[in-house]
């Protein structure tokens, strides 16, 4: 069974720090997404990373693919409160998508 | 365009009980999925539907049938409700058929969700 664990799971940060979010797996995954999730949505793509050891900026958000393509993070520089949500790293697996735990980011004028 | 919708937003249902849950696209979009989302788990995969006329389980599809009703829409449905089925129901859809649930790599684009509660 193909598993991926986030950590932290929950994340309470003051606006302007820096933060990174794990997702972490020992399968290989031929393709990682990251989406974003506010209360009452539903999840939205941010970004979907491909060849091991890639990184991929979206603004103030760097997205790292691990080079053996077991893991990936997310780091979001100089935090906003429009950050905040649910943030869920999913990989692609054999015939589906498996989506990580989840971590859940605060971040507070 | 709307995108995906989902109906109802909200429902209770007492054990036991049936009800289906809607979800339709405008996207043109060949495969359409259900999820659900618990705490702590992310989401799982209960039923997909490759392409038009054709479904398949998932990773949780004990206790729900799905049917595709046509190319914009995709219900769920839960003929003896239980408690274990509290969650909140995603339904998504991507554009690319193929093999499985993932053919392809396309973005897969989620409706709101239905938020259910089984006493």
Redesign the interface.
């Known amino acids: 069974t193909q598993l991926?664990e986030q950590s932290p799971?929950f994340l309470s940060i003051q606006e302007g720090e820096n933060l990174t979010v794990y997702c972490n797996s020992s399968s290989v995954f031929s393709?990682l997404q990251w989406y974003r999730q506010e209360p009452?949505?539903?999840?939205?793509?941010l970004v979907?990373v491909?060849t091991g050891g890639e990184v991929k900026k979206l603004k103030r958000l760097t997205f790292q693919f691990g080079d053996a393509r077991k893991d990936s993070s997310l780091h979001i520089t100089a935090a906003q409160p429009g950050d905040t949500g649910l943030y869920?790293c999913?990989g692609?697996?054999?015939?589906?998508?498996i989506?990580?735990?989840?971590t859940r980011l605060q971040v507070f004028p | 365009n709307a995108g995906v919708t989902q109906t109802p937003k909200f429902q209770v249902l007492k054990t036991g009980q049936s009800m289906t849950l809607q979800c339709a696209q405008d996207m043109n979009h060949n495969s359409m999925y259900w999820y659900r989302q618990d705490p702590g788990m992310g989401l799982r995969l209960i039923y997909y539907s490759a392409s038009e006329g054709t479904t398949d389980k998932g990773e949780v599809p004990n206790g729900y049938n799905v049917s595709r009703l046509n190319k914009r829409e995709f219900s769920l449905r839960l003929e003896s409700a239980a408690p274990s089925q509290t969650s909140v129901y995603f339904c998504a859809t991507k554009r690319a058929g193929g093999t499985g649930a993932m053919g392809g790599t396309d973005t897969q684009y989620f409706g709101p969700g239905t938020r259910l509660t089984v006493l």
């Open positions: 991926l799971q393709s009452g949505e539903g999840p939205v793509l979907t491909v869920l999913a692609r697996g054999t015939d589906k998508l989506f990580g735990t989840g």
